[in-house]
């Protein structure tokens, strides 16, 4: 890189436009605490939040394309040693090679925010000393700290509303937008390292028979133990989620065709061999393997394909999208 580029008094970096970093200058790596072997030819959600790589799927992307530039993004980025730091970022789009590239400048918005917590804090000393005024400064007063007391219960109602967007209510496991955003990851990364990956589809064998001869609270608890046991057997790189009903996804990563079957018929034993009380409960299962050619949606239409296929076969069992 340029040594005018590496020593601006802002970040610098460029992104592909599937978002790997391939630039990255002194100032942003010294703001990181980063070297430049720990970011270049990584994806540039490695260093955001959930909820800023959320931001980045649903407006930075979308946007970007169709104007060509972004301006005055607030972020927040991750430090190496796992601080949070506040930026703002302006992008745009460039080509050169026949290569669509995203160039980006930011700049540390900590001093900004440390102002605004000054005036906020000044305002509530000023409000201290205008205790005595008349009511009019009382009535001033009061509304001051409703709006913060307002203020308050937004951030909270916010930060449960994110969490609440990516989880299932019944379950506890991620829900079927967490899922679309774990396997976009995995595809991601796919890309960058040729890792293989699978996904598992399965639901419960017939169980709208349950919810009809016992009652949806029964299914509700079978639901809630198929959870359990699914967790007790997936490792911890792995993802689970309540993809619709009774149907739920299962991610592997570094899994091969083998390694997916040898993984689903785990799955598969487990609950069969459950102690389910006076019910019988079975799942059937499909199992896809990803492969170059594939994107999330055929990936998704393979295991989905294959779990028909377990179903039709006389279900309780295990099917690849190879067989």
């Not at 601006?8 to 002194?26: D, H, K, S, W």
């Not at 407006?59 to 730091?85: A, S």
């Not at 509530?124 to 205790?131: G, H, I, T």
């Not at 009061?142 to 994110?162: I, M, S, V």
Request: hydrophobic fraction near 40%; glycine fraction near 6%.
């Amino acid at each position: 890189m340029d040594d005018k580029l590496n020593d601006l008094p802002c970040g610098f970096f460029t992104l592909t436009n599937a978002g790997v970093i391939t630039e990255a200058n002194r100032t942003l790596l010294n703001l990181l605490q980063y070297e430049s072997g720990d970011m270049l030819h990584h994806h540039i959600e490695a260093f955001l939040t959930v909820a800023n790589k959320i931001f980045f799927h649903t407006y930075f992307y979308p946007y970007i394309q169709l104007h060509g530039h972004v301006n005055e993004i607030y972020l927040t980025l991750k430090k190496k040693d796992g601080h949070e730091v506040p930026v703002l970022l302006n992008g745009v789009l460039r080509e050169r090679d026949d290569q669509v590239y995203i160039e980006c400048v930011l700049i540390e918005m900590r001093k900004r925010i440390e102002y605004e917590k000054d005036i906020v804090n000044a305002a509530k000393k000023l409000e201290e000393l205008n205790k005595e005024k008349d009511a009019a400064h009382e009535a001033l007063k009061a509304l001051h700290k409703e709006l913060e007391k307002k203020q308050e219960e937004l951030t909270d109602l916010n930060r449960t509303l994110e969490l609440q967007a990516l989880t299932d209510g019944l379950t506890g496991v991620s829900n079927r937008r967490a899922f679309q955003e774990c396997l976009d990851a995995a595809f991601a990364a796919f890309a960058r390292s040729r890792n293989p990956f699978a996904m598992v589809l399965l639901d419960i064998d017939y169980f709208k028979r349950i919810n009809d001869t016992y009652g949806h609270p029964v299914g509700d608890e079978i639901l809630r133990r198929l959870t359990q046991e699914l967790q007790a057997q997936i490792r911890s790189i792995d993802v689970l989620a309540r993809y619709g009903g009774e149907e739920f996804a299962i991610i592997l990563p570094g899994a091969n065709r083998e390694s997916a079957v040898i993984a689903a018929e785990r799955f598969r034993k487990s609950i069969e061999e459950a102690d389910w009380g006076e019910y019988r409960v079975t799942i059937s299962l499909g199992a896809a393997t990803v492969s170059e050619e594939d994107t999330a949606e055929s990936l998704i239409a393979k295991a989905d394909q294959a779990l028909y296929a377990s179903k039709s076969g006389g279900r309780n069992r295990v099917t690849h999208s190879e067989d």
